[in-house]
Each structure stands twice: as structure tokens, then as C-alpha cells.
């Protein structure tokens, strides 16, 4: 398939806003793809070469693309810095600069999927001496090759912004509509295919992989989906609960179970292979060698995915560490047995999905730990069951509370003992109890732009508090969540007459917005120019009307102190 074919359709798609009409648009051009290269039009619709989980990365920075278009159009990067100071986006200075080019190359040919696909998958495999260069003759060769509007959406893609709207659930919906139903299906078999297509992505996490199953063998081909080991799962996420007792007075006896501030890790074995994945489909596999070490001793079975949260530990206090020191590990390629050494973890296990061929997600919680007490070999203070009781005792639970937050944990899920597992969804038989924090006034001193039928708008925003010493503001966190569309449309009107730089896509303002700023705790990190970062921040409200400065740093680290944590 030519280039332009999947160029069109991504036209299309950014022209329209609505879901339903990218949904159609999508199922309409899924049923034209031919099978042998429907799973790579799936992920390039998603703006992805390689399914989520890979470990593969793109990894091209707004820099080197500048230089890659430079060197395919014959303008200097100046001229493209200058272009991509008036367009905001790479993508669209890309397709500009190609339209206004110096010269024709003789060596143009017409692109196909198969060859821009196949060679943005090449930039995540070129490595060692040289590399660089390597790289960016691989992208100058594709915009040469390219028209203006296939620029656009080919340097979109590579850096991870193509901003057309196809969202996870809009690709499942084209799946369905596109193999599964036609017009005249009836709702609940709309609703039941959806419900086995969104199932078998949990379980593949590929809907490349997805659209083929559903185009040749239809739902009783994705009904036979089972866990694939090497593969990650979409974990079960949990709702946040006000109070104890009315989780209990729903649903009467619970199981009760520290929650601990560390990363969700899911750990399948196969054999003496082992895969590490967080809730997230990250394969943290070859970032923490130390617990492969721990689940080679502590897990009896030959084959098993079994689910935990593994936090780190001060080496000093034996506390332990926040979340924000141990994500430090995640992401690390280099100097790794360094980090094992510094930041030591304990994995709290709470749950198994699979032993030796059997899938167990099916049956009940209170079944699936027995299951994951007969396959543990616990390691005391290492690899051990995660803490909990069951009862339905208000009391007992408030104390089990309290003895978690006192040993500097975030608190209990509560969780039902009779629910099966549901992959990908926050559900109703498990809930989160963590203390309410006071809430913050911060300064926006910078923004991003959207993506999508959000692509004029800023929605993510940078928050400062203020050094009383220096008067200086200091980033703290960035807030993206807890606003309407209306929200988004007043403060983006708020800060654009405030503008007073852009680095590709970010812009930073002046400090005249203040907002105030709910989030779950506070935590020490050297991402931010003040030393702290708020997790999971939410907007409330607008407070520029009635506050002229942010909270100080001083508030900052006082209810940092007053969680309790360590460090």
C-alpha cells in the first residue's frame, strides 16, 4: 500500500473531532487494508512502529529531526527553527519546508507503508559508533523521499506526537464495527464484541495483532486468547474510597492489604526465563536483575505470572524509600548493578493469574492466594507475601490502617474475596484508602500542547511554588488532569497573551495564573528545580483572582514532613 493511502486517512481523521466519525472513518479503511499489513496500519494509526510493551524506543529528539529536515530540504536549521517557531509543530514545519524545497532529488521514489514502517522500526536498532549519523541519513532519506504532507506525518510519527485523535478505544470500536458487527447487529451484540475485543487486547496488548485475530478467525478466534508469557497484561486498577466503613458496609468481610508506594510489578516465569512488567506494559526486565535473583528462589513454579508491588529501601533506616527515588531505576540502561547496590527493593506479592498451564483469573481472590501461597518460597523482607487481614471488623481495619501509615506505607486496599480478576479497569471489588492531603496554590509557569482535537489547546501545565529567600519560582509538578473541556479552552486563552518562549511543543509563561492543586502525597525528586513533585496533581480551580503568588516552598516541604515518609 502506498504511503499516501494512510496519509489521507490520517487527514481525515484530524479534520473531524467527533469519536464516532473517527471510529467510522477508521473501521471503513481497516476492511480496505490487506491482511498481510493490517497489524502495521493499526500501530501507525496509534503514531507507534512497535507494539506498547516493546522495549524498543524511537528515541529522536526535536534536534536531530530539525537537522534530518534541514539536510532533505536544503534550507539551513535556523530557517527550520524559525518555521518552527510560527508553526508550534514539527510535523506541519516539516511539510513546509518540503513544499518550499531548493531542489528535486533524482533518487525521489513513491513511499509505501511497508517501507516507512520498516525503517522507522531500523532508528530504534541502530546503535554504537556512529550511530547518530546513521540515524539521521535514515530520516533525511525518507523526507526526500517524501511529499509535503507525508513529512508531516512521517516526523510525527517518529517523534510520538501525530496528533490525529486515534485513541485506544477508538481503534478497538473500528475493530469491532470494521470484522465483528455490521448494521444490523443488534446493542448487545455490539456490547458483547466489544467487551471480547477489548479482553483479547488485555491479554495481547497488540491490536495490530487484534485486527488480524478478529479479520480471520472473528470472535471465536479472539474467545481463545489465553495469557501469552513474555507478553504483559493489562493489570486490574482499584477506586479510591473515602471511608473503611463504607466499603465494608457494602460488601462485609474484605481482604485487607497494605498499599505500598512502590511500582506495580508483574512477574511471569517460564522455565528459568523471567519477565518483568509494570502496570504500565514497561519491560523492566533487564533494570532489576535483583528481583529476577528473588523470583528464582522465591517462585516454585515452573511456569506463573504472579502480580506485587516492589518498593525500594533505605539502606540507612531499613524505611521505606518514595516511589519518586525508586523510578529512578526504571528507566536506567547504564550503571545498573550500581542502582541494585543503592536502591535495594522488596517485591510484596498479591496475586497469581497463571501456574504450569492453568489460568486462574477467573476464579475467585480468596482461591487465587492459596494458589499463590502453594507456589511461594517467601525470602523474608525480600520476596514475601504482601501484609494483610480479612475481616469485616471496622475497628480491626482502622487499626490495620493506622499500622500501615506508621510504617510509612500509603495506606490499604480493601478488596473483595469472592471477584475474579478484569483485566484493564477500575473496578468495584477493590478500593483504595489513603489519607486526604491539603491542597496547594501554584503558579503555571509553563504549558504543552495538546494532541489531537485537543492540538490548539494547552493541557498539561507546569507548576511552580515560590523560594522565599530568593523570590525564585521552582517547579514542583505538571497538572493535566481534573479539568472539563471548558477549563481547558479558559485557561488556554489565559496563558497564550503570556507566552514568552517555545521549546517545540512546551511553551513557558509568565507566572500570572495561579491555581489550586489537589494530589495523593508529596515526594522527594530531582526532576524538579525545587527538589519535590507532587504525585498524581489534579486541578480544582482558578484562584488568580484572589491569590497574586504561589504557596512557598516552606508549605511545600512542611506537608512533605507531615506524611510521615522517609527522607
Known sequence: MEYSILVDRYEKLESVSSKLAKTNIIAQFLKEVPTNELSKIVLLLQGRVFPSYSEYELGIATQMMIKAISKATGLSTSQVEERLKKTGDLGLTAEQCVQSRKQVSLLKKKLTVDHVFENLQKLATITGEGSQDKKLNLISELIISAQPKEARYIVRTILGELRVGAAEGIIRDAIVNAFLVDEKSTKEEKEKATEIVENAWSLLNDYGEVAELAKEKGIKGLKKVGIQLGKPIQVMLGIAAEKIEDVVKEFGE????????????????????????????????????????????????????????????DTKTGYPLPF????????????????????????NLFDILYANGKSLFNKPLKERRKELEKIL???????????????NDVKKLEQFYEEALKERQ????????????????????????????????????????????????????????????????????????????????????????????????????????????????????PNYSSGMALR??????????????????????????????AG
Request: aromatic share 8%.
Open 410 to 525: 500509603e495506606g490499604l486496599m480493601l478488596k473483595v474475596p469472592d471477584s475474579v480478576y478484569t483485566f484493564g479497569r477500575h473496578v468495584g471489588t477493590m478500593y483504595k484508602i489513603k489519607p486526604m492531603m491539603e491542597t496547594l496554590d501554584l503558579a503555571i509557569v509553563g504549558a504543552t500542547w495538546g494532541e489531537g482535537a485537543r492540538a490548539r489547546l494547552l493541557t498539561s501545565y507546569i507548576l511552580a511554588c515560590k523560594d522565599p529567600d530568593t523570590g525564585k519560582l521552582l517547579e514542583c509538578g505538571m497538572v493535566s488532569t481534573g479539568l472539563t473541556e471548558e477549563q481547558y479552552i479558559e485557561l488556554t486563552k489565559l496563558l497564550k497573551p503570556l507566552i514568552i518562549k517555545e521549546e517545540g511543543r512546551t511553551v513557558f509563561v509568565k507566572p500570572k495564573i495561579i491555581i489550586e492543586v489537589g494530589y495523593q502525597e508529596i515526594q522527594k525528586s
Open 377 to 391: 518460597n517467601p525470602i523474608k523482607g525480600k520476596f514475601q507475601l504482601a501484609k494483610y487481614i480479612i475481616t
Open 536 to 565: 498524581f496533581p489534579r486541578y480544582i480551580r482558578n484562584r488568580t483572582a484572589d491569590k497574586s503568588e504561589p504557596d512557598t516552598l516552606d508549605r511545600v516541604k512542611s506537608l512533605f514532613k507531615s506524611q510521615g515518609k
Open 324 to 347: 519518586q527515588i525508586l523510578s529512578q531505576r526504571v528507566h536506567r540502561k547504564y550503571g545498573i548493578e550500581k542502582m541494585v547496590k543503592e536502591i535495594p527493593v522488596q517485591v
Open 254 to 313: 474484605v481482604i485487607a492489604e497494605y498499599k505500598y508506594d512502590g511500582m506495580r510489578v508483574v512477574i511471569e516465569k517460564k522455565g528459568g526465563q523471567f519477565w518483568l512488567f509494570t502496570r504500565r506494559q514497561e519491560d523492566v526486565t533487564k533494570q532489576f536483575p535483583d528481583i529476577v535473583e528473588l523470583a528464582k528462589k522465591g517462585l516454585k513454579a515452573e511456569e506463573c505470572i504472579v502480580e506485587g508491588e516492589a518498593i525500594g529501601i
